[in-house]
Structure formats: C-alpha cells, structure tokens
C-alpha cells in the first residue's frame, strides 16, 4: 500500500518516463494530485474539448457522459463508484473514437455547441425576466410609497407637531 503522493509518483515513474505517452481523461487533475508535470499526453477531455470549444460545459465533458453522448458502450459503472479498469478503457475509446471518425467528431460538436448556445440563451432570458420582475416590483413598492401623502411638519408650532393632512384656510377661492 502507498502512503501519500510523494510514494505514488515514485511508484508511477518506475514505469515512465519523460518520453513516455500519457493517455487519460482529465489528466490534469491527477498530475495536479501526484503533484507532477507531463507534457506527453493524450487527453481524452482535452480532445473533446478541443471539438467543441472553449465555451463547453465541464458537466458535458464527464467520461460516462462522453461515452454516452458519442454511443460509446463501457460497460455501467455502479453508481457513486468508478472502475479505474472500465475508465482506463472507455478513455481509451473515446480516443480511438475521436481519431477515426473526425467527421462524426465535427457533426457531435457543433451539435454540443449549438446545444450549450441553446442552454446560454435560456439562462440569459431567466436572468431578463427576473430582472423585469424584480424591476416592476420595485416600481410598484415606489408607487405605493408615492400614494401616501408624505408627513408635513408645521413650522407655526415650536414643538414641531406633523400632520398627516395639510390644513385647510378658510377661505374659498
């Protein structure tokens, strides 16, 4: 058994070295765990990425979600529990996917594009309506506050009395 980071990339460079090919899906973040640096890498989600655009959801970019959206068949993993073989290997087809069917890659792409623009414009027109809304509520707590007449204070008597009403003179125009 391992104990900690520093043992584990010992272990991992008994294997590798700095020619050595890395091949995963999100990778980073196991560099970033053994906290090491590779520059040889085939990277699964770096490949779809790449596809799709910048502006890609990482929640779209998952492995199982990869897998499923480009018809990949891996077998299922058990709920709240990954497989570290069955990911090795569905990284794997997603690669080879990715490699020999660039056409199919393009078409999946600016479907995935055209799908997160779709869900952009919808989170865009929320945010419209809600600032409507919240704007109309605003205008109509003004307006309520408006319709009351304001208190007026009467200069006249020194102990500063306010009268909700202004006075009437007798006198009629």
Known sequence: MLKGWPEARAELWKYIDSNTIMVGHALNRDFDALRMQHWLVIDSKIKAKGAVGSGAKRRNLGLGRL???????????????QNSIKGAFATREVVLWCIEHPEELAAWAIKQREKDLKRKHKREAKKARRAIRKAKRQREQQQKLSSHPAPRYDADHQDDKVHSEPETTGAVG
């Open 67 to 81: 897998c499923k959206l480009l018809g990949i068949r891996t077998g299922n993993y058990k709920k709240g529990a």
